[in-house]
């Protein structure tokens, strides 16, 4: 397929784009599985940035080993999709053909254009000629064009993450997510990691040229001896502990560049998603005046001696054996009502929504001002996140009363007016008023929604606020999800993953559908064009189904 590519740029074909359509129609990718870090090994150019710069990111994630010879990006697509790198020729095939197939989508200059980054001014993309050529090359450097063409072609996002080397508080134009042409935003990402080839220093220049994927961490019994929790304090490269559940790949600069006979300049620039409302603080990466181009392989960045905060609330778990060779990781405990109510009133960082990405026994404070406004107009709750689908035959909501008694809280019940508490009476449990009743500020009242995941019982939400101060609340994810999001129950031909769209992306619909009688076309198409890709809505026949809805209420 690439040779076709090849002859459809210098037009030596006779048959053109006919012909490549066809070959396409043939290609059959495989299924993308789940894959375990444990099988592989992990880089440790890779795990040494990531101890420099973003340590928490190793509590979740291992960044995994693959061949520096210029085709890293489609490499590491392919194991973290498939579980091998084997699969990055075909990748980068199908890559080239895609943006042949649909240049409005990647050649920026055109008066039509749908290109993502067309309005982005930091960064610079290539000719569209050029582009095609580079991957339609093996081991030739691509530019992040080519991300969007494999986004496209995998059918999932791409998270891409630049390791901030400079401590600066802008996040770097390189850390993103990349939908490509037809793909939900909401689909389980594909997350990968900038990284080099070449040595790692304490501080200083890094030349970052390599791609890596990040792939969830197994934890083992024996990186639970060794490692406690000031390891990763300093980003210490020298006494770094390994990663847990993988071995570390440890190679000479020289043996990459051996093994493949290229040089590692390897072309690929992207990596995970630069949302705000991340649970990670992210860096910016390039020095004042420094634009990153699209196509540029090697970028050398100098540190400023500035910390990064590593942000985001992962949650203490430990490890048990459960025999030889098997071990369970020990979900994450449920706050208790003190806990709660010193993390809502407290200061702490505070998420417009909940972040995308696996959250494997982790908590966020979120912002919950909607839920208020919903309640004001007798609607229902919403907790969104990108997890899939939420039992709802499973899930409960409770209102909890407590009583403080300086730091402790006890579990009380209101009944006639009276604070009670359950004693034991006569062999039974009974409310008994308390003599001395409570003022009311030290009544302390929580209210908590329970949620189970449809696709794994085992994988549990709850979500937490003070009644007195609802504008806030507690999200909590205990347990390991699935790696990939089960499909909608109501999906009649094709099965894709499913993630809730969020409430704020239906409003707006609705919005627009109801001004001026817009027509559901009209509505999807401003839209796509007004708003970033986690923003959007899934399809145009989400539009049309919102605006059956409102034709319904209004009684048309």
Partial sequence: MLKLVLEILHGTHTEGLGALQRVVEKSVLPRRVPVASERFSACDKAVALLHRTQPSILQQHVPVFVLGDGNCLFRSVSLACYGTEAAHC????RSAAE????????DASRADSRHPLRSEPEIVLPEYEEECLEIACLGQAVGVTAVLALSAIIGYPIHTFWPPLNGSVVASPLTRVHIGRGVTATAASVHLMWSTTGSVPKTGAVHINHFVPLLPKTVTVDSVAILS??????????????????????????????????????????????????????????????????????VTVDENDGSVADGGEIGEEDSVALGDNCVQSVPLQFKTAEQLVDLLTGTVQVHAEVPRGVKENVWFVVDNTGNVKRHEAGQKNVYWDDCGIWSSKDGRTLTTHYVRTGDLLSVVKLQYGKVCRRQMVKGKRQLVPMVVQ????????????????????????????????PNLAVYEYQGRPPPVNAGHGLQRKVETEFVRTKPEVLQKIRAGLQEKKAQPRQVYEQQMLANESSNRPRDHKQVRNVAQAVTAESGQ
Avoid at 90 to 93: G, K, M, N, Q, Y
Avoid at 99 to 106: A, Q, R, S, V
């Fill in 90 to 93: 075909i990748l980068r095939a």
């Fill in 99 to 106: 943006m042949l197939l649909h240049p409005e989508w990647y």
């Fill in 229 to 298: 929790d000031g390891d990763e304090g300093e980003g210490d490269v020298e006494k770094m502990e390994p990663v847990a559940g993988c071995d570390v790949h440890v190679d000479s600069e020289s043996s990459v560049l051996q093994e493949g006979d290229v040089a590692a300049d390897d072309g690929t620039d992207v990596l995970m998603e630069s949302d705000n409302n991340s649970g990670f603080k992210r860096s910016g990466d390039v020095g004042a005046g420094d634009v990153p181009t699209a196509k540029r392989l090697c």
């Fill in 438 to 469: 409570p003022e009311i500020d030290d009544i302390v009242t929580v209210y908590s929604y329970y949620a189970t995941l449809k696709a794994d019982s085992r994988y549990r939400k709850r979500v937490s606020w003070l009644v007195s101060c």
